[in-house]
């Protein structure tokens, strides 16, 4: 395992982010992944599921299904997409991630489950309920991880997404997903675009960054801006 770290800043409810969550599980086989949510939809950006929003993702969900190879159940697309009472909102789920990391450090695994309960499943990730079953799913103890959840709520995860905000903007991080590669304390953007369906390619590629002395800078060819998808 490198000493180089790679942090991936991302959106639970970002569905370039699930795109590029098999991009995320190969890096975890050869460097220390950190991970920092980034509060896309959460206070005034939180999103009821109507008519509109559904038409606006739809396309877009197409696009990543094509690019990427990850699916789109149908419990998501004829279920949750219109079930007008539901609420995208990324605060419980990023608090979520905080909780499995806590008790397990588990957090990545728990937003890649939680990525296939919203976008397969078609589950209201933004209920407690839900998350805690997700939590059970993967083995962590549900009574545990319920107090942790509580714990990093609320101010806690909001905090968390400050944190995540002031580093987007030391390193110049525009959206999500972002990769940013640090080595000997330094930040570099990594553009992932072109890796997207191919992560077996993107692990070559980053045991090759690995070793260089620098890494490609970030463009931004596909995601979500730090405000959102366009909504």
């Known amino acids: 395992m490198s000493t180089t770290t790679l942090h991936y800043i991302y959106d639970p409810l970002c569905g370039w982010c699930y795109g590029a969550a098999p991009l995320v599980k190969a890096a975890r086989e050869v460097l220390h992944v950190i991970a920092h949510g980034g509060g896309m939809m959460t206070g005034a950006r939180r999103q009821p599921v109507t008519a509109q929003l559904s038409d606006f993702v739809k396309p877009h969900d197409a696009r990543i299904a094509q690019l990427s190879g990850q699916p789109f159940g149908e419990g998501y697309r004829d279920g949750l997409l219109r079930d007008t009472a539901a609420v995208f909102d990324s605060e419980p789920p990023t608090a979520a991630m905080l909780a499995a990391e806590e008790i397990a450090g588990r957090g990545l695994d728990m937003l890649a489950q939680l990525q296939i309960a919203h976008y397969v499943e078609g589950r209201r990730i933004a209920d407690r309920a839900v998350l805690i079953e997700v939590a059970a799913s993967l083995g962590l103890d549900a009574e545990s991880f319920a107090v942790a959840l509580d714990r990093q709520s609320g ?7 400050q944190q995540t905000r002031a580093f987007m903007a030391k390193v110049g991080a525009q959206g999500f997903p972002s990769f940013v590669l640090e080595t000997g304390g330094v930040f570099t953007n990594l553009e992932v ?3 997207l369906g191919r992560p077996q390619d993107f692990l070559a ?3 090759n960054q690995i070793h260089s002395a620098t890494a490609p800078a970030a463009g931004k060819a596909f995601g979500c801006d730090a405000d959102g998808c366009a909504l």
């Open 205 to 207: 590629w980053l045991r």
């Open 155 to 161: 101010e806690a995860v909001q905090a968390h997404i």
């Open 193 to 195: 675009a072109s890796h």
